[in-house]
């Protein structure tokens, strides 16, 4: 008995690492082996009778309007993380590097988007366009969920940037001016390569973010569908399983992406 005891506190950290791995990922392999189900009307429930099949992956645009909310959510992913990534990393600089009034209390209110549930946020920004922006002729659709979606993003940028920021060894950018560097050849020589790995990854979260998000989006889209809103809808009818493919896909292509930043950054370190 205390042999099995032993055995298991020795190695409680890896499995309580795989028990929520698995917890993790069971949702993530759902959606995978859906992606192969040969349904007739609904998705949820696996068709043992016919078994797996290819035909969601060689057609995944074969369900009506999945690609058409995949393009959307991802233009706006695109312009939203730009946007965000380019304010919030300008922001993140003036919060670290620069003492002015208000600082104090601007370090406080970059939390606040990130802390409002996203429900009343939603709310607020649907009342904001109805009551404010229609007036100058913004309607509720792909604009307005943009403008959304850069507004809760730039507050994660701002944070990751700004713990990149304060990381840095201010010594490395005296050395630059020591070398006869102004201001500028110091920035894009020195600091900015430092803070770049930092930079992107902000940008992946903002486009993870934006890409991901439904609550908000519902609130502000209008007739516009992106891809979430798409699921969501199907859902009353059954997903179809080329929204499987795409999720899955999504999955894929985000984890490759991390693990081809470690790498690189390995390699660097080197």
């Known amino acids: 008995m205390s042999t099995v005891k032993d055995w298991v ?15 993790l990922f069971v ?27 290819l035909k969601h992956w060689k057609d995944p645009c074969g369900a009506p309007g999945v690609c058409d909310a995949l393009l959307t959510s991802i233009q706006i992913g695109a312009i939203a ?12 600089f003036a919060l670290v ?23 009343v946020l ?14 100058f002729g913004l309607r509720l659709g792909f604009w307005t969920i943009v403008i959304a979606h850069i507004m809760f993003c730039i507050s994660f940028v701002v944070v990751t940037v700004k713990a990149r920021l ?29 803070v770049l790995p930092g930079i992107v990854g902000a940008a992946m979260l903002a486009f993870s973010l934006s890409f991901d998000d439904f609550i908000i ?7 516009e569908t992106t891809f979430p809103k798409f699921v969501y809808v199907s859902y009353l009818r059954g997903i179809p399983a080329q929204a499987n493919v795409i999720g899955f896909s ?21």
């Open 97 to 119: 590097r620069h003492r002015f009034r208000g600082r104090a209390t601007s370090n406080v209110l970059i939390f606040i988007p990130m802390a409002t549930p996203e429900i």
């Open 250 to 270: 999504m999955f894929v292509i985000a984890v490759a992406l991390v693990v081809a930043g470690q790498t690189i950054g390995n390699a660097r370190r080197k």
């Open 9 to 23: 506190r020795t190695r409680f950290a890896m499995i309580s690492a795989i028990l929520v791995l698995l917890y």
């Open 217 to 223: 989006t519902n609130f502000v889209s209008g007739d």
């Open 166 to 194: 304060q990381s840095l060894d201010p010594r490395l950018e005296e050395a630059g001016q020591d070398l006869y560097a102004g201001p500028g050849g110091t920035f894009w020589r020195v600091t900015f390569p430092l």
């Open 122 to 135: 939603g709310a607020s920004l649907l009342t904001i366009f109805v009551q404010g922006f229609s007036r």
């Open 27 to 53: 949702p993530v392999a759902y959606t995978f082996v859906f992606s192969f189900n040969d349904y007739r009307k609904s998705n949820i429930v696996w068709n043992s009778a016919a078994g797996p099949t």
């Open 81 to 92: 993380t730009v946007v965000a990534t380019v304010l919030g990393t300008m922001l993140a």
